[in-house]
């Protein structure tokens, strides 16, 4: 089999390591575009390109995708995959991924930053010195070692706090509504509630779900000791803003940092209005946990690494919309047949079948179904005839269908 020639389109300033991750995985022909392109433009690029990288800003809607016949995965260079129309892309079998985790250490780093600030009182100070005023006073201000940090979510994020948090000196608490493994010294909690009573900042690192919906209203923020600090670094619509502003008001609570707000600007244009501005004990961010270089680098890496492992094996273990499958690098003498297919009855029957009547052995197999979406992979044995693919794009349920060889032959046919 020929090599297969790839190419990717990257735009939106996909960053510069991106390009050499790729090629890591096989030959692919790497085109940018800088900033964010209309998309008109993409569209124009898109009629031969494998791959599409974007952040953020780039909307691949139904129209993208119809101009882009080739497309095997889009990757989104960033956390949220809200800019993709995940329904449309799994109907043309077209693979999205994102880089979910590449940021974690950044607001980890953030939230011990605050939590120090919180209990030094620092925010207070910087205020009245930025106006010509000196509070040189030890009131009210704090060591964390041997405080009690309460992390309510303890996976990527809250699990990085609690080994930081340690090496701090601080006494972590845990409260997670999956089993957790506890980091050193730290304490798993049996409630929400009891972890609230128990210690000095609470700090959220749970999803937006339904369940997680205000999750500290009014009530539970009452729960909290009095004089402790909260942070909210995860999602805007956990807290019950208005009930913070209350407990500030009236000092039950010592403090606060948030960094993320039920109403958020889209732009720098637009103006930021809450309840919080008006305390000089909160920290205000502007969204800003995961905003590093390094989170930056670390998700051009994560999602390159995810697309080329797509092209060059059609593992799809972290794509979001794609059934899952890690089928490893395709074995010397062998070709591999990718075909995303609609689930119904039959299918392997008639892939199966189809390698047969070519004289195929069907060395190793694997299929995963999820929703309408089935993807199944075949490791053949034997020489592939030229139709074949046509063959396997023309049985029933077949959405598309490609080849990939060893990557020893790709490589010594590049
Ligand atoms: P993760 O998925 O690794 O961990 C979340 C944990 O919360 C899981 O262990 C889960 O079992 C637990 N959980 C879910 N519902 C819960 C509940 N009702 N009570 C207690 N625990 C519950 O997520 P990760 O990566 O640690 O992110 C945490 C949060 O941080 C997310 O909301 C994410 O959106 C946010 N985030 C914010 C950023 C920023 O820029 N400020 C950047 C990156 C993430």
């Known amino acids: 089999m020929p090599a297969t020639p790839f190419s990717a389109l990257l735009v939106e300033n996909v960053h510069a390591d991106a390009d050499a991750v790729l090629q890591q995985h096989g030959p692919i022909a790497i085109e940018r575009m800088t900033g964010s392109p209309d998309p008109e433009a993409i569209r ?10 974007i952040r953020s800003r780039t909307h691949v809607d139904a129209a993208l995708l119809d101009a882009a016949p080739a497309l095997e995965a889009v990757g989104c260079f960033c956390i949220g995959t809200n800019q993709v129309d995940l329904d449309e892309a799994s109907r043309r079998g077209v693979a999205v991924f994102n880089a979910p985790f590449a940021n974690t250490r950044s607001v980890a780093e953030l939230t011990m930053a605050s939590i120090v600030m919180l209990m030094r009182r620092v925010p207070e100070k910087m205020f009245a010195i930025h106006q010509g005023g000196w509070l040189k006073t030890a009131e009210g201000a704090y060591e964390v070692r041997k405080k009690k940090l309460g992390i309510v979510g303890y996976g990527n994020i809250g699990a990085q706090l609690s080994v930081i948090a340690s090496a701090f000196g601080m006494h972590v608490h845990y409260y997670d509504i999956e089993p957790k493994l506890a980091h050193g010294n730290a304490r798993g909690m049996d409630s929400l509630d009891a972890l609230l009573r128990e210690c000095d900042v609470v700090t959220l690192h749970v999803p937006s779900t339904a369940r997680t919906k205000n999750l500290m209203n009014a009530a539970r923020i009452a729960a909290m000791k009095p004089g402790a600090f909260l942070i909210n670094q995860a999602r805007g619509d956990l807290v019950d803003v208005d009930a913070l502003a209350a407990a500030l008001e009236s000092g039950h609570l010592a403090g606060a940092a948030v960094d993320v707000f039920p109403k ?7 103006a930021f209005e809450s309840p919080l501005q008006k305390f000089k004990n909160v920290i205000l961010t502007p969204h800003i946990g995961g905003s590093t270089l390094e989170a930056q680098a670390a998700i051009g890496h994560d999602a390159a690494s995810k697309l080329g492992k797509y092209l060059y094996e059609g593992g ?4 979001v919309n794609f059934p899952r499958i890690d089928p490893g690098p395709v074995r010397e003498g062998r070709t591999r047949i990718l075909v995303p297919h609609a689930n119904a009855p ?7 079948d189809a390698a047969e009547r070519a004289g195929l052995n069907v060395a190793a197999q694997y299929l995963q179904t999820e929703a309408e979406l089935g993807y199944a992979i075949a490791d053949l044995e034997g020489a592939v005839p030229s139709d074949f693919l046509d063959r396997i794009r023309a049985l029933d349920g077949t959405i598309r269908a490609r080849l990939i060889a060893a990557p ?3 490589r010594s046919a590049a």
Do not use: Q, V, W, Y
Not at 316 to 319: D, E, G, I, K
């Open 44 to 53: 124009a690029k898109l009629a031969t390109a494998h791959l599409l990288g």
């Open 264 to 270: 958020e600007p889209k732009s720098k244009d637009e």
């Open 316 to 319: 799809t273990m972290h794509a």
């Open 346 to 352: 039959g299918f392997l029957r008639r892939l199966n």
């Open 408 to 410: 020893e032959a790709i």
